[in-house]
C-alpha cells in the first residue's frame, strides 16, 4: 500500500482523539509520536514511555477500513515469531471505533530498528536494497510452509477480487484487473510469503542491516514472485530507479518478467478495489 511516513510527509498529520485515549489506556502516561499514515485512514503512533521503557508502537485502523485487519496480523505474528524476527504482540482488540495492534519496538543489540524507509537508508540505496533483498530472502527460508495456518494464493486472491461489490470502473482499472483476473502463472515456488514486503515495512538495524519485517497482516502460503515483484518495485519507487537487480541479486534469483508482471497487476487490482470501497464508505 502507498502511504506516507510522517516524518517525511509534506502534510502534517493530526492523531484523533480516538487514538490519544488508546494510547493513554494502553501506556499511560506515554508521548504520543505520529510515525505513519496508510491510504485507508489507518495510523501509527510510536508510545515513548521514557527511557527505563522500551518504546511500543500503536496501529489504529478505522472499523471498516479495507486494509488488513490487526487482529489477524496478530495472530500472524504470534505465529511467525518462532521463526523470524517480528515485533512482539503487547495488545490487540477492537472497539466501536475500530481496531489495533500494539507491538513492541524492534531492537537489535539494545538500539532501536528502524524502518528502511527513512532518509538516511535512503541515501545509501544501493546498500538499503541489498538489505531489503536480503531480508524478504530470509523471511522465505525461514518459515515453514507445511504448518504455516494462513494461505494467500494468486487463486485466492483473484477470487475476493471477484467477490469485491463492483462499482465503476475506470478504464485503467478495468485494464490493471483484466490483465490480474487472467490465469495466474504457474508457480515457482511456494514459500511464506510476506504479503506486503515493502521497503517501509523492512527494518534495518544501527548499521543498515536487515533487522526485522512489520506489517505482517497479509503473510501466507504463496508463489514467491507474489512477494518479490512488489518488493522490487517498491525499491525502485522509494529509492530510485536502477536497483531492482541489487535486489535480486541479494534475494538470489533471476528476474522472472511474466510473473513479476502478473504479481504486480493483481495488487494494482487490489489497490484500485481498497481505494473504490473507501471512497464509497
Ligand atoms: N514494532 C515496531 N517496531 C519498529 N517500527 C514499527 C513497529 N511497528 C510499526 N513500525 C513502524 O510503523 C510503520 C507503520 O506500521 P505498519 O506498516 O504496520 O502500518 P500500515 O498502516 O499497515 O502500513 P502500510 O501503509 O504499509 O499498510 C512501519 O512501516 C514501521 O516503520
Ligand atoms: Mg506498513
Redesign the pocket.
Known amino acids: ?1 502507498s ?1 506516507a ?1 510522517v516524518g517525511i510527509s509534506p502534510t502534517p498529520v493530526e492523531v484523533p482523539p480516538v487514538v490519544y485515549a488508546l494510547a493513554s489506556r494502553l501506556r499511560s502516561g506515554a508521548t504520543v509520536v505520529p ?2 499514515r ?2 485507508y485512514g ?1 495510523l ?1 503512533v510510536r508510545l515513548e514511555s521514557g527511557c527505563a521503557h522500551r518504546s ?2 500503536l ?1 489504529w485502523v478505522p472499523d471498516g477500513a479495507p ?2 485487519d490487526p487482529l489477524a496480523e496478530a495472530d500472524r505474528l504470534v505465529w511467525a515469531a518462532s521463526f523470524i524476527p517480528v ?1 512482539r504482540v503487547l495488545d490487540v482488540g477492537r472497539d466501536r471505533h475500530g481496531s489495533w495492534l500494539l ?4 531492537e537489535v543489540g539494545g538500539a ?2 528502524t ?1 528502511a ?1 527513512e532518509p538516511r537508508w535512503r541515501a545509501l540505496a544501493a546498500r538499503s536494497a541489498i538489505a531489503v533483498g536480503v531480508g524478504l530472502r530470509r523471511f522465505h527460508d525461514a518459515l515453514p510452509t507445511d504448518t504455516c495456518p494462513f494461505v494467500r494464493t494468486a487463486q485466492t486472491r483473484v477470487a475476493a477480487l471477484s467477490a469485491a461489490p463492483t462499482a465503476p470502473l475506470s478504464t485503467a482499472d478495468r485494464t490493471i484487473t483484466a490483465v490480474a483476473v487472467g490465469v495466474p502463472p504457474p508457480v515457482d515456488r511456494a514459500v511464506v510469503c510476506h504479503g ?1 514486503a ?1 521497503v ?2 523492512t ?1 534495518l538495524d544501527e548499521v543498515g542491516r536487515f533487522a526485522a519485517h ?2 505482517v ?1 497479509d503473510l501466507g502460503v504463496a508463489d514467491r514472485w507474489s512477494d518479490i515483484a512488489v518488493t522490487t518495485r517498491s525499491v525502485t519507487r522509494r529509492y530510485g530507479p536502477g536497483l531492482e537487480p541489487l535486489v535480486l541479486a541479494a534475494y538470489g534469483v533471476a528476474p522472472d518478467h511474466e510473473r513479476t508482471t502478473y504479481y504486480r497487476a493483481l495488487w494494482d487490482a487490489e489497490e484500485a478495489v481498497r481505494t473504490r470501497a473507501r471512497a464509497t464508505r
Not at 103 to 106: D, E, I, K, L
Open positions: 500500500m502511504s511516513f510515525v505513519w496508510n491510504d489507518g501509527t511500543s508502537y496501529k486494509c488488513p515485533p507491538t513492541a519496538a524492534v532501536p530498528a524502518s524507509i506486503d515493502t517501509p515495512n527494518l512489520v506489517d497482516g
